[in-house]
């Protein structure tokens, strides 16, 4: 025990680094003498969800008319953050609206954690079945039962200590996301105590690549597919050193079995963006590097792709993490089916797009339900709608329903008006901000 006195100096000196950082960047990145956004929010809080080991606190934004089988977002907030103040600078409620899926936010108490960071780092929380882990996988069970979400669209994303969480989620329910994505985040099992996670974000690790990719397969008994994953990190962040967003990369390179050198390199909003794709061509790995960042998530409030609001540890950086971490998990792909009359059957007609959107009216035969959407939350019914099987008609009504003029082709007199679906369904595509130009 001689040597306590050494340990436990270089813990206070590492603690009061990580303080005096984390205060000057919620200082730098928030913006001069601003309040924090007081626009209206859905967010509400669920309780009742599980047996909660890990003792968070369960939040949810949804849209009001969800369809079933939509998609499921879990944002994990970072240090000195919480719930609201994710769900307000991160623009994922935008998105959600836009896209039609619900968003999660597990919440840190500060009992537990004085900085509201969550504990990815302490070997009771970070397990399979354990603690703080656990309680985000019974949220994920329970929103998955209230909003009639599909468990093969469950994603999960965070920034610093929930970077470094969504780690955790990846990689001991990896069963359970299709996709990731870390901002400003750590490896999975990088750390199993508060000096190995300080030493972890301050020092450069020199983790060798089947070390890393072992951890994870080490973390749960399953053995692929596995989840697509997007990086995100700042070339000049002081708290989470960007070489921890290299460990990130090669470690589930390894565990995905994937070459170590990129398959495609290119700049995007003038950042660098590298991809790694798998022996079918399909992209399982993307890496953003922000230049010039410090630690946050960076957001573009002016360009085409405005999302989110600038603020402490919200940056904006003239490119949204958020719509491309939700275009690289394909919630940008939008299918809207219109119920079918018994007789006759019409033909499907589908309009691609260069992004992979289509929108399809479909006649068919087979015997699917009839959709149900569901209201967020506490006010929640399921409600059965039909609708009638004229293609025109319905896609007038959408264009009039988007504040917009129903453009008529020309027609033989006598005949009924119609429209021109192709250009009309493109436009309405791109006026939702489902595809690109």
């Known amino acids: 025990m001689r040597d306590f006195p050494e340990i436990f100096a270089r813990l206070q000196a590492f603690r009061s680094k990580f303080e005096d950082l984390l205060a000057a960047a919620r200082k730098s990145t928030a913006r001069a003498g601003e309040a924090p956004s007081g626009r209206p929010t859905r967010l509400e809080e669920l309780t009742g969800f599980g047996t909660n080991p890990g003792n968070l606190r369960m939040f949810a934004n949804a849209p009001k008319d969800l369809p079933r089988a939509s998609p499921l977002v879990v944002a994990l907030h970072g240090c000195t953050q919480a719930a609201a103040e994710d769900d307000q600078g991160s623009g994922w409620p935008s998105l959600a609206d836009r896209l039609g899926f619900a968003v999660v936010y597990p919440q840190q108490q500060p009992l537990k ?5 969550f504990s990815w780092f302490l070997p009771g ?25 599909d468990r093969r669209k469950v994603y999960v994303t965070g920034l610093s200590a929930g970077g470094a969480m969504a780690s955790v989620m990846l990689a001991t329910y990896p069963e359970v996301f299709a996709g990731g994505a870390i901002i400003a985040g750590l490896p999975y099992g990088c750390a199993g105590n508060v000096q ?7 020092i450069e690790q020199r983790y060798a690549s089947q070390s890393l990719g072992d951890r994870v397969r080490a973390a749960s008994k399953h053995r692929g597919p596995w ?6 990190h700042g070339t000049c962040d002081p708290i989470v050193k960007p070489s921890n967003g290299e460990d990130i990369i090669r470690q589930w390179i390894n565990v995905q079995g994937l070459s170590e050198s990129p398959s495609h390199e290119e700049s995007i909003e003038g950042y660098s963006r590298r991809v790694w794709r798998d022996a079918n061509g399909k992209t399982r790995i993307e890496a953003f590097s922000i230049d010039g960042m410090a630690h946050g998530v960076p957001l573009a409030t002016t360009a085409e792709e405005n999302c989110g609001s600038p603020g402490a540890f919200f940056v ?25 009359a018994a007789a006759p059957v019409p033909p499907t007609i589908e309009i691609p797009s260069n992004a992979g959107a289509a929108l399809v009216i479909a006649g068919a035969a087979d015997k699917r339900p009839q959709s149900s959407t569901i209201t967020p939350l506490g006010h929640r019914e399921q409600r059965q709608t039909s609708y009638p099987l004229d293609p025109n008609a319905v896609i007038a009504a959408a264009f009039k329903a988007a504040g917009l003029p129903v453009p008529e082709v020309s027609r033989p007199r006598g005949t009924s008006p119609s429209v021109a679906p192709g250009p009309i369904i493109a436009a309405a595509l791109k006026a939702a901000g489902l595809v690109e130009d």
Not at 113 to 117: G, L, Q, V
Not at 136 to 144: F, G, L, S
Not at 196 to 202: L, S, T, V
Not at 227 to 232: A, F, L, N, R
């Open 113 to 117: 954690n004085p900085k509201n960071c």
């Open 125 to 149: 929380d970070n397990q399979r079945g354990d603690g703080e882990a656990l309680s985000i996988k019974e949220m994920v069970d329970h929103a998955i039962a209230i909003f009639g979400a």
């Open 196 to 202: 190995q996670a300080f030493e972890a974000m301050f």
């Open 227 to 232: 989840p697509k994953i997007s990086v995100w």
């Open 316 to 340: 904006d950086m003239g490119i949204s993490s958020t719509h491309h971490i939700a275009r690289f998990w394909r919630l940008h792909d939008s299918l809207i089916e219109v119920p079918r």
